[in-house]
């Protein structure tokens, strides 16, 4: 597609319950990135894939947290046993990258907003 | 870890006006860039700068890339109700490290 793409755009489930977020990025580009942005705050950073790579998990913030990519497209963030400070918007972001180098024009998506009840 | 921090977090201005913001950080970064927010919606990428000293523009928007390395800032001039939003500035590391987010400047343009 012409861009970014995630899905479901809104999620509100119950607590304790596992949630999946889905993520379609730009066609071509290798690296694909997770963030979460909480009501009024900045984009925290999540998970980074790079092609091939090992996966850059130092943002998860607990093991609740996983997320998986198949080769260069659509990536799954999931989240077990929601709580309620879970809750926040979930953005993907896309970018063209050479291996080993970090782009910083990152193309984001809409975002999944998520209310965890 | 590394922390920037924005300023201010809101404006409330006149159609018309010149806006200004702007971004510190504890450590120096390699690129500084500038996100826009519209509601509803992921950051859009504004504008992006390189070089300590820069200074670049699009449009009405100027950004500059502090000296030191620690800081940037970004006018808008002019303002139109579709500058409505968060920016948000954010910082590089360098080739292996991740965007550094700010918490955002939101902006809203009264008629």
């Known amino acids: 597609g012409a861009g970014v793409s995630q899905s479901p755009s809104n999620k509100v489930t119950e607590k304790g319950k596992d949630v999946e977020l889905r993520c379609d990025p730009i066609?071509?580009?290798?690296?694909l990135y997770w963030y979460r942005q909480r009501l009024g705050q900045g984009l925290e950073f999540l998970i980074y894939?790079?092609?091939?790579?090992?996966?850059?998990k130092s943002g998860l913030p607990s093991d609740r947290f996983s997320a998986e990519r198949t080769g260069e497209s659509v990536s799954t963030l999931t989240i077990q046993r929601t709580q309620q400070e879970d809750s926040a918007v979930y953005l993907c972001?896309?970018?063209?990258?050479?291996?080993?180098?970090?782009?910083?024009?990152?193309?984001f998506g809409s975002g999944t907003q998520l209310s965890v009840l | 870890g590394q922390q920037l921090n924005q300023s201010p977090q809101s404006m409330f201005i006149q159609e018309g006006e010149d806006v200004s913001m702007n971004c510190t950080s504890s450590?120096?970064?390699?690129?500084w860039l500038w996100y826009k927010q519209d509601p509803g919606e992921g950051p859009v990428l504004l504008i992006a700068?390189?070089?300590?000293?820069e200074l670049t523009s699009n449009g009405r928007l100027t950004a500059q890339f502090g000296i030191t390395r620690k800081d940037s800032f970004l006018n808008i001039s002019a303002s139109i109700p579709s500058d409505v939003g968060i920016y948000f500035c954010?910082?590089?590391?360098?080739?292996?490290?991740?965007?550094?987010f700010g918490k955002g400047t939101k902006l809203s343009v009264k008629p």
């Open positions: 450590s120096i970064f390699n690129t």
């Open positions: 972001a896309s970018s063209d990258e050479a291996q080993g180098f970090r782009n910083e024009k990152l193309f």
């Open positions: 700068l390189y070089k300590a000293g």
């Open positions: 066609s071509g580009h290798t690296a």
């Open positions: 894939f790079q092609g091939n790579s090992a996966p850059d």
């Open positions: 954010a910082g590089h590391g360098g080739s292996q490290g991740n965007l550094i």
